[in-house]
């Protein structure tokens, strides 16, 4: 007897994704829909989406959606869940969005331990506005605003956001997985639903930092994309779990 | 007794797939290949190679493929 062992989650909707081909994006996507189908939350979860990229999420999540302005997503997901506590509430940000504009909302989030959980993609560079510096982009990487290279001198060094978050008081859970593996697809995975269990138990603030490919405006096919976050991306940004406080 | 060998098979949408080709690089068994024919986005989507419906597949069904791929279109069959 034949049977399926994997196909679309229940909670992305069976339409294709606007993403550029080799997107780390649309797999996150799915590992959130995934979790969210495993702890059958779908009825209470309310995600809140970015602007970026991901900005047309509430196009593929089948589930409730806020959108929030640039870089506000911690803010609006305060307010939403402060009504609403009984529901799941995550917001679903880029390092753009939540690393530039949005770093205030986003550590004082973080500092008054609000009970959400913060999904933040990091491609290191600005993809929907054309690859432009983010304040993640790598020393001595090339984006639109930086040809030759980030230099330290001129353009200061690529900002650790989750190690910054870690120091805040309220900030229970955060750890640093990347998309471009096999390994550690899953391992990001477990870390999403460990972070949604955080909030599920009131414990607090939550936060996965997720390092994914950008072929388009790394201008890299999308396998040496995935190779390049090994062997930059993660010489910088070292996967770990940079705080667990739940045990 | 012999143990049943536990054989696969996936389906790719060649209406969802872009060609990243992410799902090439991770099969096992490298039965995934670029198609010839574009498809409605413009696109060379992946195909896969296995025709065979028999007991001696290739394709195990690990769903390497289907993990990887970014855009949800492939479907894993096992047994």
């Known amino acids: ?247 | 007794m012999t143990i049943k060998p536990k054989k696969g098979r996936i389906v790719i949408d060649s209406k969802l797939c872009k060609g990243c080709y992410l799902c090439m690089s991770v099969c096992p068994s490298e039965l995934i290949v670029i198609s010839t024919e574009l498809n409605e986005k413009g696109y060379y989507p992946a195909e896969f190679t296995e025709t065979n419906a028999g007991e001696d597949r290739k394709c195990t069904g690990c769903a390497m493929c289907a993990v990887i791929c970014p855009d949800i279109a492939i479907e894993v069959y096992r047994g």
């Open chain 1, 1 to 247: 007897m034949e049977k399926v062992v994997f196909k679309r989650p229940k909670y992305i909707k069976k339409v294709p994704f606007h993403y550029c081909p080799g997107c780390g994006h649309s797999i996150i996507h799915r590992l959130i829909a995934e979790v969210i189908e495993e702890l059958d939350i779908g009825e209470k979860t309310i995600c809140v989406p970015p602007a970026g990229c991901a900005v047309l999420a509430y196009d593929y999540f089948d589930i409730d959606m806020g959108e929030a302005p640039h870089g506000r997503g911690a803010a609006l997901a305060t307010g939403v869940k402060r009504i609403l506590p009984d529901k799941m509430v995550f917001s679903y940000q880029g390092d753009g969005d939540i690393a530039a504009i949005g770093t205030a909302e986003t550590i004082h989030a973080a500092n008054r331990g609000e009970n959400i959980t913060v999904i933040f993609v990091n491609n290191s560079c600005y993809g929907m506005t054309g690859g432009q510096m983010a304040p993640t982009t790598l020393l001595g990487q090339n984006s639109t605003t930086t040809p030759g290279g980030r230099d330290k001198d001129r353009d200061g060094s690529p900002i650790d956001l989750s190690e910054m978050l870690a120091i805040t008081k309220g900030a229970v859970y955060i750890e640093r997985t990347a998309v471009n593996s096999i390994k550690n697809i899953i391992k990001t995975k477990k870390a999403i639903a460990k972070a949604f269990k955080v909030q599920m138990a009131g414990l607090g603030f939550s936060l996965v930092e997720i390092l994914s490919p950008c072929p388009t405006n790394w201008k890299m096919s999308p396998v040496d994309a995935c190779e390049w976050i090994d062997d930059g991306v993660m010489q910088t940004f070292p996967l770990k779990i940079v705080k667990d406080e739940t045990s």
